[in-house]
Each structure stands twice: as structure tokens, then as C-alpha cells.
Nanobody
Framework: QVQLVESGGGLVQAGGSLRLSCTAS?????MGWYRQAPGKQRELVAT???????NYADSVKGRFTISRDNAKRTVYLQMNSLKSEDTAVYYC???????????WGQGTQVTVSS
């Protein structure tokens, strides 16, 4: 079992920036961020593999940057030019290939005021 511990959420004004961090208790092939706004389904924000290959939702391309430090087993999400529609609970996700496993953090609230 791998635990994921998130930090960095908070309240920010539109146009501002926040950085989220998530540290895993074990090594993971892929790490990423998902978010869930009230009344909506959880959606992918960005993912990154241990080799550094990243993937972004269209809605955050050019504004958010995902990165990871494999030695620290930590993934970061730098969020710039935040919009009110970015308001959500952000969840860290981690995946192992063998055995195939999926892990989630407890979530951190990001609120963007307009």
C-alpha cells in the first residue's frame, strides 16, 4: 500500500498562482493530479511518468506545469493564471504497473476567487 500526502492548496485570487505537492511513501510509475468541482465528476488535470512524459487536460495547457522529483517521490503541480473555474478539490494519484495498482491522496481544496 502506498500513501500519498498532498499539500499546497488554498485560496487565491483569479490570475494568481499556487503550487501543489504530493509525496508518495513508495515508488510509482505514473503520478498525477485530478480535480473534482462541486456537482461534477472527477477529471484529469495532468499526469507524468517516471521518465518525465507528461499529459495535460486541454483546459490547463499553457497555465499548469507538472513535474516530479523521483528521488523524493514527489510530484508538483504549478498552477498559474488561475481562473474561478479551476476551483475544486485536487487529488493526487499514483499508479504502479506491477502489480497494477491505483492510489489516491485525501485531496486538497483550491479556491479561486474572481
Amino acid at each position: 500500500q502506498v500513501q500519498l500526502v498532498e499539500s499546497g492548496g488554498g485560496l487565491v485570487q483569479a490570475g494568481g498562482s499556487l503550487r501543489l505537492s504530493c509525496t508518495a511513501s513508495g515508488s510509482l510509475f505514473k503520478m498525477g493530479w485530478y480535480r473534482q468541482a462541486p456537482g461534477k465528476q472527477r477529471e484529469l488535470v495532468a499526469t507524468i511518468t517516471s521518465a518525465g512524459s507528461s499529459n495535460y487536460a486541454d483546459s490547463v495547457k499553457g497555465r499548469f506545469t507538472i513535474s516530479r522529483d523521483n528521488a523524493k517521490r514527489t510530484v508538483y503541480l504549478q498552477m498559474n493564471s488561475l481562473k474561478s473555474e479551476d476551483t475544486a478539490v485536487y487529488y493526487c494519484n499514483g499508479q504502479r504497473v506491477w502489480p497494477l495498482s491505483d492510489y489516491w491522496g485525501q485531496g486538497t481544496q483550491v479556491t479561486v476567487s474572481s
